[in-house]
């Protein structure tokens, strides 16, 4: 039995997906179905062996937890605007501590979604190596992404001081994901599903101007990462038993907005034609102008596929999801 957390979520529900592709015969799902298009994102699965929601994760751990061989936790409080400091504390934080040494106690591997968030600006680099000097110097811009770095460097605390852990982890840094079964998320789905949406319904893109004199306008840059891709790290990471550590799950090869929308005007078959508006005065002074995931550790974990280009993966996810009446996978 393997259990994902937040596996009616993006993520969540196509490593579901690839799961169950894999050979997969029992998949336990915890989240909640609170958006119809939640829900489409499991329709197709067959492999789902219980769906669970949060607030009964812990009693069925209890109850099943011999049974479990592996558990992917992506469930999270993912919202870059939430201000709500306990209730981030409490997804973000205590819950993944449970789930840790839950899986610390039965000898489960443990892979969780950190974030690229983390990061912050940028200023001190986008290095995944887990190091406790690298790690403190990092400053996250908001609370969503500072959550995530407590659980990171609480898991740091953890192992430096010896204690129990489960036989192998990872702690997965995702950049820009995009790709299909996003379409619950509203103001923090991908760039590429808000520009297909402009284009489909006015013909015309709206991207940012720079305020940066070393940036043009469009010309601000993003570690642009196919859905698929992020699954099949997250697998191949699982894979490797002996290795445990932090991993940028991300291209290493940064491209611009303007890169990303010529490749949804290209994909659409549609004449470019963009607009631009200024940067939100509320943004602008945290605005990142550059991030693009180091991957030399996920390479010597073992991941050596190609990542698919940007232009290839945004052919693949209007033709193939959203220009078809069902998008899902």
């Known amino acids: 039995m393997i259990v994902v957390t937040g596996g009616a979520g993006f993520i969540g529900s196509c490593l579901v997906a690839a799961l169950e592709r894999a050979g ?38 209890e109850r099943e937890g011999r049974r479990v061989e592996a558990m992917f936790h992506l469930g999270a409080i993912s919202s870059t605007t939430e201000t709500d400091l306990v209730l981030l504390e409490r997804v973000n934080v205590a819950l993944p501590l449970r789930l840790w040494r839950f899986c610390a106690r039965r000898g489960i591997p443990f892979l969780y979604a950190s974030s690229a968030a983390t ?30 770095h407590r659980f990171d460097l609480e898991v740091l605390r953890m192992v430096a001081a010896g204690e129990l852990s489960p036989p192998s982890w990872a702690g997965l840094k995702f950049f820009n994901v995009y790709g299909p079964n996003e379409y619950h998320k509203g103001g923090q789905r991908s760039v590429a599903l808000a520009l297909f949406e402009q284009v489909r319904d006015s013909g015309r893109a709206r991207l940012f101007r720079s305020h940066n004199p070393d940036y043009g306008d469009g010309g601000q840059l993003r570690d642009f990462v196919w859905i698929d891709d992020c699954v099949a790290a997250m697998l191949a990471l699982w894979r490797q038993p002996a290795l445990s550590g932090l991993f940028n799950i991300g291209t290493g090869q940064a491209r611009s907005f303007l890169d990303l929308a010529h490749a949804v005007f290209a994909a659409m078959g549609r004449p470019v034609a963009i607009d631009w508006i200024d940067t939100p005065e509320a943004i602008r002074e945290r605005y990142q ?11 010597a974990a073992g991941f ?16 193939d999801h959203l220009s078809r009446a069902d998008p899902y996978r």
């Open 24 to 61: 997969a015969r029992a998949v336990v799902v915890v989240d909640r179905l609170d958006h119809e298009a939640k829900r489409r994102n499991l329709l197709k699965r067959r492999a789902l062996a219980a769906f669970v929601p949060p607030e009964a994760l812990d009693d069925f751990l």
């Open 289 to 299: 102008y550059f991030t693009e995931a180091r991957v030399e550790r996920l390479r």
């Open 119 to 148: 990061y912050g600006d940028g200023a001190h680099g986008f290095d995944d190596a887990f190091d406790g000097q690298a790690l403190r110097r990092l400053a996250p811009l908001n609370p969503y992404g500072a959550s995530k």
């Open 304 to 319: 050596t596929a190609p990542f698919t280009a940007l232009e290839d993966g945004v052919r693949r996810y209007i033709t």
